[in-house]
């Protein structure tokens, strides 16, 4: 069995989505650990759509279906940094 080609299909969306909202956070921009923490957040909120091959997913969708996965996508990507953002300043205060 050849389970090594098996992923979330919204982790490549989501860490794109990470790196492009970082742009706007310079002190987060270049913290790979909470840019990571970020991602796991915003994949945890997500329901998960395991799939083996991007085009399967991509093919079985309707243009509706994509755009409110998108639209998910990016809300889950911005509460994920301001959660984030929110405990490392209540860490920093301990």
Same mark, same amino acid.
């Given at each position: 069995? /050849?389970?090594? $080609? *098996?992923?979330?299909?919204h982790e490549?969306a989501?860490f794109a @989505?990470?790196?492009? #909202?970082?742009? !706007?956070?310079? !002190? *987060?921009?270049?913290n790979?650990d #909470? +840019?990571? /923490?970020i &991602? @796991?957040?915003?994949? %945890?909120? +997500?329901?998960?759509?395991? *799939?083996r !091959? /991007?085009v399967?997913?991509?093919?079985f969708q309707?243009?509706?279906?994509?755009t409110?996965?998108?639209? $998910? *996508?990016?809300?889950?990507?911005?509460?994920?940094?301001?959660f984030?953002? &929110?405990r %490392?300043?209540?860490?920093a205060?301990?």
């Amino acid at each position: 069995m /050849d389970i090594a $080609s *098996i992923h979330n299909n919204h982790e490549k969306a989501v860490f794109a @989505c990470v790196q492009e #909202m970082a742009e !706007h956070f310079p !002190h *987060i921009q270049d913290n790979p650990d #909470m +840019l990571a /923490d970020i &991602a @796991c957040v915003a994949l %945890n909120r +997500l329901p998960p759509r395991y *799939i083996r !091959h /991007d085009v399967d997913f991509a093919f079985f969708q309707t243009d509706r279906e994509r755009t409110e996965t998108e639209r $998910s *996508i990016a809300e889950a990507v911005e509460f994920a940094f301001g959660f984030v953002q &929110a405990r %490392n300043a209540m860490r920093a205060r301990a």
